[in-house]
């Protein structure tokens, strides 16, 4: 195979964009074939944007065309397993958009079919692992120059949505469409890279408010507090109604603190590891010396060049170099389940008032999620009453 025949499905927002990359040949080793979406509208933006490429109404009819030989799924989540399974089953190789679905026993039922599909290639568009402040600091900490890491905190408020994006309606920002508000759609990403950074939390205590200053009925403001196995704590805010918003990652560990805001990387490295120079210390409130302060900043590229340089692009690139030339994904699709897992333990928490310790109950999760979908219903029917 010189070049890998992609199909898109769901056009949307996010496939059209896609759709773009291929249009404009920024996957040098990929062409877009074919296409499915179930809109008419769709259908006909396809049509005048996308000559010579294949328009599919039913997606397992894009998958046995014979045109394509790996699938991007771009379709509201719910869809992401059951298509990301037909896909394997059909021999393709499967890039699916975040987040990998909205409970995980689905999510893991379309990982054991990636396991048994071994020469198919799985992916996650977590483009957020390609941010270069990122990888920086995901090599500190597997380097060990930052040590064992004694806490992690996350706030990432800087996703205004007014009540007009929550108005427009579709599958957005309701619990029938997509399984909940800011934790299933704003934050895949930074819950993804919360885990890979830190790790998998053994516990979780999460406070998930719903309709915070807005006439929702899912979740905008969430507070979660974390345990991990080497007893080290974290804290994961987020909020869709703060303005200005604040996104500041922040991982503090034995020999020194990293903190990621405003497109910089500070890495305060210590003299000597925490735990060291504690052993030894014999005044009340000392300063321990620092070795060095690292910083990194990226810079803020223009619209055009960042649709070039995208980090979409890259994941892009990276899943079909992994098709032709067998290079390491930088997001596996099997590690979707993971940001998964705590966005679910932080949602079960939250309903249930109890702190929650992974594995979490899938069945409970599922039994909740399913009470909250019937209590829609109720809410829009006084919505339109109102
Ligand atoms: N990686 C990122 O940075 C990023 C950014 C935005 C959205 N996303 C993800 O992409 C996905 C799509 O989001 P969007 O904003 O493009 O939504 P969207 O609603 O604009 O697009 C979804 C498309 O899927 C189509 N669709 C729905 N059911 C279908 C079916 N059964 N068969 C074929 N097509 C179907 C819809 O008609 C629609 O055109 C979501 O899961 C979202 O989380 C990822």
């Given amino acids: 195979m010189e070049k890998v025949r992609y199909g898109i499905i769901g056009i949307g927002k996010m496939g059209s964009l896609h759709c773009l990359r291929f249009k404009y040949k920024l996957i040098k080793n990929g062409t877009l074939t074919a296409v499915c979406d179930i809109s008419p509208e769709r259908r006909q933006w396809a049509e005048k944007n996308l000559p010579g490429v294949t328009f599919f109404e039913d997606y397992k009819e894009l998958m046995e065309s014979g045109l394509v030989d790996a699938v991007l799924i771009a379709t509201p989540h719910y869809l992401h397993p059951e298509m990301g399974k037909a896909a394997l089953a059909r021999g393709l190789h499967t890039?699916?958009?975040?987040?990998?679905g909205v409970f995980t026993s689905a999510v893991r039922e379309l990982n054991e079919a990636a396991k048994e599909k071994k020469g198919l290639v799985y992916g996650i568009m977590y483009n957020q692992r390609t941010n270069k402040l990122y990888r920086l600091a995901k090599t500190l900490i597997e380097s060990g120059r930052l040590g064992e890491i004694k806490r992690i905190n996350w706030i990432i408020t800087d996703w205004y949505r007014p009540q007009a994006y929550y108005d427009q309606g579709g599958w957005r920002g309701t619990w029938v469409g997509e399984g909940g508000g800011a934790l299933i759609n704003q934050c895949p990403h930074q819950l993804d890279l919360f885990q890979w950074l830190g790790g998998m939390p053994s516990k979780v205590i999460g406070y998930a408010k719903v309709g915070v200053k807005r006439n929702i009925n899912v979740e905008n403001d969430v507070t979660a507090y974390f345990e991990y196995p080497n007893g080290a704590t974290g804290v994961f805010i987020t909020s869709t109604h703060d303005f200005p918003g604040t996104n500041r990652l922040e991982i503090d560990a034995d020999k020194g603190k990293l903190v990621i805001e405003n497109n910089k990387l500070t890495f305060?490295?210590?003299?000597?590891?925490?735990?060291?120079?504690?052993?030894?210390?014999?005044k009340f409130m000392p300063k321990i010396p620092v070795k060095k302060k690292l910083v990194k900043r990226i810079t803020k590229l223009g619209e055009l060049s960042q649709f070039v340089t995208s980090q979409h692009t890259a994941i892009l690139r990276n899943f079909t170099d992994a098709i032709l030339y067998g290079k390491p994904l930088i997001a596996p699709g099997e590690e979707g389940i993971n940001g998964l897992t705590i966005s679910n333990a932080i949602h079960l928490s939250s309903w249930t008032g109890q702190p929650v310790t992974l594995p979490i109950d899938e069945k409970l999760f599922e039994e909740e999620l399913a009470k909250r979908i019937e209590e829609e219903k109720e809410f829009n029917k006084k919505k339109v009453q109102l």
């Fill in 95 to 100: 890039l699916i958009e975040k987040p990998a």
């Fill in 268 to 282: 305060t490295e210590l003299e000597v590891g925490e735990t060291q120079f504690n052993a030894t210390n014999t």
